[in-house]
């Protein structure tokens, strides 16, 4: 049986427990359904702003192992050059128990460990060398992947049905360039306007359009590898190169000759 259930907090009405439990579990109740098929990952926001010294964590909500956990205000992360990798991360901790409560928390921690546990979710990286300054506003598309000094959030998981998939964002970035570069590949155009109007664009469907697009077969790719393969189509549209896939004109070319 499907429900509505709006409790009526009313003069003269006696407060009843299943008027409070209502308003408890509603909104939990509503955000597990609307995303219980989402794999683990950033939900929404939890963007990072650079500056000087300090790396700042905006307000969001994060998935992992069933759970939803939100940020609901800023934090700040300082940070230093090192030279060396280091990942912005989510550590989940154990759940604690309290008379009234059971809660479960996650810090935001910044590492020099490159390796991701199962507790454990990246945020973003950089290498910053000393004297140099980290930056987050980036040259083109390629630019992103930049090994030093320069912010990347390529690795971060954000949900999608079943499998993470990249952030919004660069999704985004990626469909402007492609625009702006004059493709006209009908599947280049439908896949910019996509990833400019979707939420969120799901792995599969970029690892589908990548497939389609070299005109080879369909393989599973790793965060940095998508962001590769997507680079790789970029350059090829900046010179006017197409493949020869299934979404390209059959038929023999013809010379007409006065």
């Known amino acids: 049986m499907l429900t509505h259930i709006v409790p009526k907090f009313e003069k003269g009405r006696i407060l009843k427990t299943e008027m409070l439990e209502n308003l408890r579990d509603y909104p939990r109740s509503f955000l597990d359904i609307r995303y219980q098929d989402f794999s683990d990952g950033i939900i929404t926001g939890m963007n990072v702003t650079v500056v000087e010294y300090t790396l700042t964590i905006g307000r969001g909500i994060v998935k992992h192992k069933d759970r939803l956990y939100l940020l609901e205000q800023e934090q700040e992360v300082p940070y230093t050059a090192t030279g060396r990798l280091s990942v912005l991360k989510l550590l989940f901790l154990e759940q604690t ?153 059959g038929g023999a070319g013809r010379m007409i000759v006065d």
């Open 97 to 249: 128990d309290r008379p009234d409560f059971t809660a479960h928390h996650a810090d935001i921690v910044l590492e020099d460990e490159a390796e991701i546990g199962l507790d454990e979710m990246e945020l973003g990286r950089f290498k910053l060398k000393d004297g140099a300054v980290l930056r987050s506003d980036y040259q083109d598309f390629a630019d992103m992947a930049t090994e030093f000094n320069t912010w990347s959030d390529i690795y971060a998981p954000f949900a999608g049905l079943k499998q993470s998939t990249l952030r919004p964002e660069t999704m985004r970035y990626f469909a402007s360039e492609l625009l702006k570069s004059g493709a006209t590949d009908p599947m280049d155009c439908m896949f910019a306007l996509m990833c400019l109007n979707l939420e969120a664009v799901d792995r599969e469907s970029i690892q589908h359009y990548i497939a389609n697009r070299n005109g080879a077969e369909y393989r599973d790719y790793s965060h940095a590898q998508l962001h590769r393969q997507l680079v790789l189509i970029l350059e090829g549209a900046g010179r006017g190169k197409r493949t020869a896939g299934r979404w390209q004109g």
